[in-house]
Structures are given as C-alpha cells and as structure tokens.
Nanobody, 115 residues
Framework: QVQLLESGGGLVQPGGSLRLSCAAS????????MGWYRQAPGKQRELVAS???????KYADSVKGRFTISRGNAKNTLYLQMNSLKPEDTAVYYC?????????WGQGTQVTVST
C-alpha cells in the first residue's frame, strides 16, 4: 500500500511562485509513473503534469512553460515548481502514483492565487 503526502500549497499573488512536494512511502520499489492533478470548485479533476521513473514528462497545455515537474534524489519523491501563477490555477492539487497495477492519491493541498 502506497501512501502519498503532499505539502507546499498556500496563498500566492498572481505572478508568484509555489513549489509542491509529494513523498511516497510504503514500497521499496521505484514507482514508475507519478503526477500532479488538480480540481477546481465545480470542475472535474484534471492532469497537470506527469513524469516517469525514466524522466519522461507530460504537461497540460494550460501550464506548459510555467510549471515544471521533477523527481527528487530520494526515491519516490515528486515536485511541482509553479511559476507565473494565475487565478485560474486555483485548485486543490493532488499527487498521484501508478504502481503495480494500482492508482494511489494523496489527500490534496490547496493552492489559491489571488490578490
């Protein structure tokens, strides 16, 4: 059973930056695919970015050039560097892991972009 713990959300002004972190525990193996999703009020959860253990990345068109997903040196850690934040980036951000045929989710961290 994989557990995911996110941190790093908060309130930031438009144009600002935040860095989200996700630490996975419960497995001694490298998780192949990890990603960040977000869900704004009244909207469906959507993929923000994903990364494989080999370093291949995917981004939603809305965040390309502003967000960067990366994996840490410690096994199964995940980051999302968010720059040039916009009010429309406001959402709960969830860490996701696909491991051995199962999907795992973190509890979510709130990101609010507002003046």
């Amino acid at each position: 059973q994989v557990q995911l713990l996110e941190s790093g959300g908060g309130l930031v002004q438009p144009g600002g930056s935040l860095r989200l972190s996700c630490a996975a525990s419960g497995t001694m193996f490298s998780i192949h695919n990890m990603g960040w999703y977000r869900q704004a009020p009244g909207k469906q959860r959507e993929l923000v970015a994903s990364i494989t253990s080999g370093g291949s990345t995917k981004y939603a068109d809305s965040v390309k050039g502003r967000f960067t997903i990366s994996r840490g040196n410690a096994k199964n850690t995940l980051y999302l560097q968010m720059n040039s934040l916009k009010p429309e980036d406001t959402a709960v951000y969830y860490c996701n892991a696909a491991h051995r045929g199962a999907l795992y989710w973190g509890q979510g961290t709130q990101v609010t972009v507002s003046t």
